[in-house]
């Protein structure tokens, strides 16, 4: 097992210069509590990790299958409160709450994708933003049970101390990140649901006529989606210490959507990039001279970012860094003139 997985990384990480970048970047997070382990950035750090969870899972819905769902919201905040009232009703620790919450968001994902299966482009995207609204709601109408307008108070934390907090934070992106890029890579051996999610967006009703169950698929889609974004949600819920009615807030959801078109769709290292440069950004800008201005900043250079790299930051980087392969579509160092697998002419 051990020798597969080192032949694997081998052959499908260390020629590829962007995700050779990436094992760099995870490494340096890793490690930079070595550097630097004061309070405010482990904490920034921390909210990091969670948002750049919640931004894959929307990428992994909306870009790779072509669902555009603008509600991501509603599986953030279900995860988050379904967190909470196991520990308020249950007394269960964050280990056991936050997976539980985030089933519990899976199924919400699930049960809201079949009223949506049957509509397409804004009439899907009106449909699923009206579904956090609607959960929302419910939850400020049971005061008794979820706090109400005041939400659930006195999480416990995930560790005992603001680095701890961010090395859980840390590991649970890691793994998370890497089991939706292995369910979205189109050029996994194992694993299949990446290449019809690819077939879906771009051809739902060819897919369906090479007898691909497409239905089956996009339910697997929203299961997978909500299953992620509750567990972003799980992770906010106990860094603040609370779950809050603003989980389900429609911001929340176009936070995640420019999160990702600034790092680059369909990509999954693209919205980790996107929420590593842009949170940071507003959060440290609040303690320099622009404080109150922040926000305009961040919204500039997005604007900036987007008409001279409408692609996105990373997925820029990547073309600009790597080359596909015509006849086998492997990736390969821009530089090279031949292809690593085939053999054919990469210019």
Same mark, same amino acid.
């Given at each position: 097992? $051990?020798? =597969?997985?080192?032949?694997?990384?081998?052959?499908?990480? !260390?020629?590829?210069?962007?995700?050779? +970048?990436?094992?760099?970047?995870?490494?340096? $997070?890793?490690?930079?509590?070595?550097?630097?382990?004061? =309070?405010?950035?482990?904490?920034?750090?921390?909210?990091?990790?969670?948002? *750049?969870?919640?931004?894959?899972?929307?990428?992994?819905?909306?870009?790779?299958?072509?669902?555009?769902?603008?509600?991501?919201?509603?599986?953030?905040?279900?995860?988050?409160?379904?967190?909470?009232? !196991? %520990?308020?009703?249950?007394?269960?620790?964050?280990? #056991?709450?936050?997976?539980?919450?985030?089933? #519990?968001?899976? $199924?919400?994902?699930? @049960?809201?994708?079949?009223?949506?299966?049957?509509?397409?482009?804004?009439? &899907?995207?009106?449909?699923?933003?009206?579904?956090?609204?609607?959960?929302?709601?419910?939850?400020?109408?049971?005061?008794?049970?979820?706090?109400?307008?005041?939400?659930?108070?006195? &999480?416990?934390?995930?560790?005992?101390?603001?680095?701890?907090?961010?090395?859980?934070?840390?590991?649970? /992106?890691?793994?998370?990140?890497?089991?939706?890029?292995?369910?979205?890579? *189109?050029?996994?051996?194992?694993?299949?649901?990446?290449? +019809?999610?690819?077939?879906? =967006?771009?051809?739902?009703?060819?897919?369906?006529?090479?007898?691909?169950?497409?239905?089956? %698929?996009?339910? &697997?889609?929203?299961?997978?989606?909500?299953?992620? @974004?509750?567990?972003?949600? @799980?992770?906010?819920?106990?860094? /603040?210490?609370?779950?809050?009615?603003? *989980?389900?807030?429609?911001?929340?959801?176009?936070?995640?959507?420019?999160?990702?078109?600034?790092?680059?769709?369909?990509?999954?290292?693209?919205?980790?990039? @996107?929420?590593?440069?842009?949170?940071?950004?507003?959060?440290?800008?609040?303690?320099?001279?622009?404080?109150?201005?922040?926000?305009?900043?961040?919204?500039?250079?997005?604007?900036?970012? &987007?008409?001279? /790299?409408?692609?996105?930051?990373?997925?820029?980087?990547?073309?600009?860094?790597?080359?596909?392969?015509?006849?086998?579509? !492997? *990736?390969?160092?821009?530089?090279?003139?031949?292809?690593?697998?085939?053999? #054919?002419? $990469?210019?």
């Amino acid at each position: 097992m $051990l020798r =597969r997985l080192f032949k694997d990384f081998r052959f499908s990480v !260390l020629p590829v210069p962007g995700r050779v +970048i990436a094992v760099v970047f995870f490494v340096f $997070l890793f490690i930079f509590p070595l550097i630097s382990n004061a =309070r405010y950035p482990m904490l920034i750090l921390s909210f990091t990790c969670a948002y *750049a969870i919640f931004a894959v899972s929307w990428d992994l819905l909306s870009g790779y299958t072509g669902q555009v769902n603008f509600g991501q919201s509603l599986f953030f905040g279900a995860g988050a409160y379904g967190s909470a009232l !196991l %520990y308020k009703y249950l007394g269960l620790p964050p280990a #056991a709450t936050i997976p539980l919450g985030a089933v #519990a968001a899976a $199924l919400v994902g699930v @049960g809201t994708c079949f009223p949506a299966l049957r509509l397409r482009g804004p009439y &899907l995207s009106l449909l699923t933003m009206s579904f956090p609204l609607l959960l929302e709601q419910i939850v400020i109408a049971f005061p008794d049970v979820t706090g109400g307008y005041l939400g659930i108070r006195g &999480l416990p934390r995930l560790a005992g101390s603001p680095t701890g907090e961010f090395y859980v934070c840390l590991l649970v /992106m890691t793994v998370a990140v890497l089991i939706m890029w292995k369910l979205t890579d *189109a050029g996994s051996k194992y694993v299949r649901t990446g290449l +019809i999610f690819h077939a879906i =967006r771009e051809d739902e009703i060819a897919t369906r006529a090479t007898g691909i169950n497409t239905i089956r %698929y996009k339910v &697997l889609a929203f299961g997978i989606g909500g299953f992620f @974004g509750g567990i972003a949600g @799980g992770l906010f819920a106990h860094l /603040m210490i609370t779950a809050t009615p603003g *989980a389900f807030s429609l911001t929340m959801s176009f936070q995640a959507i420019m999160w990702v078109i600034f790092g680059g769709m369909v990509s999954i290292y693209g919205p980790v990039a @996107g929420v590593f440069i842009l949170y940071p950004l507003v959060e440290l800008g609040a303690q320099t001279p622009i404080a109150g201005y922040e926000t305009l900043v961040m919204a500039i250079i997005v604007i900036v970012v &987007l008409i001279f /790299m409408p692609e996105g930051v990373a997925v820029r980087i990547r073309d600009r860094i790597e080359r596909e392969c015509p006849r086998c579509k !492997l *990736a390969n160092a821009a530089w090279r003139k031949e292809c690593r697998a085939c053999g #054919a002419s $990469l210019h």
